[in-house]
């Protein structure tokens, strides 16, 4: 039943989409302006959905678009469920002529269904699939749903009425989404006009939706919709559709051994208010903060982790060098994204190669003991993230409580190891013999190298050409400085996740505050 005619794209192809929102429409003449916002250039029809209940106003819903889906037969119609049981609403929509439907994945507390169910409901319907985020969730709660989509919505005001301002601190989520998913569609909604379209679309965003300011008295359409879309090709990652196209080729037929096509990240917007951050989302920024300012002084050559924490580690460098207070830094990425943060808060980078010896690294860990042994390697890049620890005088481990292990590593967080491609199930094999990781299940990662999920059915390859084994265990590893020495030791293994004997100290963030591990 649903049409995607007018959307010629495919999922994850960033497309410039704008896609104006029809509650800031004169709502008497809805198929009219509808038409006259597609007449004007616009990409995709959104609708408001609210049901007085996960949000406190109410709007429209399947009977209005069916009545536009049949005078507009053409259109994609994006549909934004600010309703509090989004799966109640699947089918109506898809029989009114819905393309695309978008749910809260904070709605899904109160949803019969599962994330999973959710998104497999939607296209058993034949539409597409968005999740959206308020203002207060964090992209990591996105971990495991990504997947599952063809678009994440950042909103940038809290959803329930037309006409509110932009929130500018919620850029860092997109910009955190975009170098993670280069290829993926993320739409942001709330406040989005010709004069807040740079931060949306530096940070990365490609979907704009625009009420207000498409539906303005006297206010020919066409220019604010053309002026958001100049500013996406400007500025962004909304590519025209054969740059799209080809970048999406790119990313699914991407040779072994090449890195994927690094995005180009335009100046990170200013570090976000506290107020707006989510509490899991704070405490991340308050251990990365700590971590500088702590253990990086003047003068120093600092190595700049990878992952949500380490992000705000590079970000509070970024700061004191711009204001003064830190002179005369150089710094090691780990990683390509970390790499373009930090060359767009302008610090000054090198390579172990130019600078062997570093005075402190910062970098975040999936799970840590009481040694302050750590399991790294979720996102795929604990054989750089090694190099450069070990290079530290000074090795300093940010986490959240939640990567405590006390009772041992293994269970908490499948251990990583990185493997040549060459006879890569013979290594697997010999890795699940070895005595030291006895009970240990080897799983080839498969799909993305930048998590441990089945997001994919062919081996991730990592950046360095490398696959990725995910060991699974049901008990605690009962020596893992011996677990470390025997996976070293098989040929075919290029590293591993455990870090032994390297943590100088631990800075935790719990729900009670900010605290400081050293290793016992
Ligand atoms: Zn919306």
Not at 126 to 150: C, E, F, Q, S, Y
Not at 343 to 371: K, W, Y
Request: charged share 20%.
């Amino acid at each position: 039943m649903a049409t995607h005619m007018k959307n010629k794209c495919g999922p994850h192809c960033v497309c410039i989409k704008i896609s104006p929102s029809m509650l800031a429409s004169d709502m008497c003449h809805l198929c009219a302006q509808a038409k006259a916002v597609l007449a004007a250039g616009a990409d995709e029809i959104h609708l408001d959905v609210m049901d007085g209940h996960f949000v406190p106003n109410l709007t429209f819903g399947s009977p209005v678009l069916a009545s536009l889906r049949k005078s507009i037969p053409e259109a994609f119609f994006d549909c934004h469920m600010m309703v509090s049981k989004p799966s109640q609403w699947v089918a109506d929509i898809a029989k009114a002529g819905g393309s695309r439907y978008t749910f809260h994945l904070e709605s899904i507390d109160s949803d019969p269904l599962d994330v999973t169910g959710m998104c497999q409901l939607i296209r058993s319907h034949d539409m597409k699939v968005g999740v959206a985020i308020k203002p207060g969730t964090g992209v990591d709660a996105l971990r495991d749903v990504i997947a599952l989509v063809d678009m994440v919505l950042v909103m940038t005001v809290e959803p329930g009425f037309g006409g509110q301002s932009f929130m500018p601190q919620m850029m860092p989520k997109v910009l955190s989404l975009r170098q993670q998913h280069p290829t993926m569609d993320i739409q942001v909604d709330g406040g989005l006009s010709p004069t807040t379209i740079d931060a949306a679309a530096a940070a990365g965003a490609n979907n704009i939706v625009a009420g207000s300011s498409v539906f303005k008295p006297g206010v020919d359409p066409k220019v604010p919709i053309e002026q958001m879309r100049q500013a996406v090709l400007r500025l962004g990652h909304g590519l025209g559709d054969e740059a799209a196209a080809a970048l999406a080729q790119t990313a699914a037929k991407r040779p072994k051994n090449a890195p994927a096509a690094a995005p180009v990240i335009a100046p990170v917007p200013p570090p976000a208010a506290p107020a707006t951050l989510s509490p899991a989302e704070a405490l991340k920024r308050e251990v990365g903060y700590r971590a500088v300012d702590d253990h990086v002084r003047s003068g120093m050559a600092v190595g700049l982790g990878t992952g949500s924490t380490a992000y705000y580690a590079v970000e509070r460098v970024g700061a004191k060098l711009a204001s003064g207070e830190l002179r005369d830094l150089i710094c090691v990425p780990t990683s390509e994204r970390t790499r373009e943060q930090a060359a767009s808060l302008g610090i000054p980078l090198t390579t172990l190669d130019e600078q062997p010896a570093l005075d402190v690294a910062i970098d975040g860990a999936d799970a840590l003991d009481r040694a302050l042994t750590l399991v790294k390697g979720g996102g795929g890049a604990m054989h750089r993230e090694k190099m450069v620890a070990m290079r530290a005088a000074k090795f300093v481990a940010i986490v959240d409580e939640s990567k405590l292990s006390f009772g041992g590593l293994g269970p908490s967080f499948a251990l990583p190891v990185e493997i040549t491609p060459f006879c890569a199930k013979c290594t697997m094999r010999t890795i699940g013999a070895l005595p030291a990781l006895a009970g240990c299940e080897p799983r080839l990662r498969l799909g993305s190298a930048a998590n441990n999920k089945i997001d994919g059915d062919q081996p991730a390859v990592t950046d360095n050409g490398n696959y990725v084994v995910d060991c699974l265990f049901t008990k605690p590893l009962a020596d893992p400085a011996e677990a470390a020495r025997q996976l070293t030791a098989v040929v075919g293994v290029v590293d591993h996740g455990l870090f032994v004997g390297m943590t100088a100290e631990a800075i935790v963030a719990g729900p009670k505050g900010v605290y400081v591990l050293k290793p016992e």
